[in-house]
């Protein structure tokens, strides 16, 4: 069952449109502004690529992945963190999105780590 997706040129929004057939393809009006189907345009959707828990985990522990990742940046970081939720999906806890943006912007610093369940710092740190 195909899923196409739309872009209206009157109100610039998206719509997503699964198709029980391929027979039953036509573009529909927009369902947000009711815009007649000559304004959709059809856009290139993402590809999803279905993968084992195991071939993910070997994706996860290839050195490559680490290639870019300045631990000194917390903007590098907070890319890679976003990178590693991505492939592990939902077994993430619930909370992980919120500590990788405060992480990005810069609010999760040395002193919350330990808080945020982090590694508390070294004796040597102190």
Request: with cysteine; net charge negative.
């Amino acid at each position: 069952m195909p899923v196409y997706e739309y872009r209206c040129a009157s109100c610039r929004r998206r719509s997503s449109h699964l198709f029980r057939t391929f027979a039953s393809i036509a573009t529909p009006p927009c369902p947000h502004c009711g815009a007649k189907p000559e304004r959709m345009q059809k856009l290139i959707s993402r590809v999803v690529v279905m993968k084992s828990e195991e071939s993910r985990l070997e994706d996860l522990a290839d050195p490559s992945t680490f290639a870019d990742v300045d631990e000194n940046d917390p903007r590098s970081v907070a890319r890679w963190a976003r990178k590693l939720g991505e492939q592990l999906g939902d077994d993430l806890p619930d909370d992980y999105g919120e500590m990788v943006d405060q992480l990005e912007s810069g609010e999760l610093g040395d002193e919350s780590d330990e808080a945020a369940g982090g590694i508390p710092p070294a004796a040597d740190d102190l």
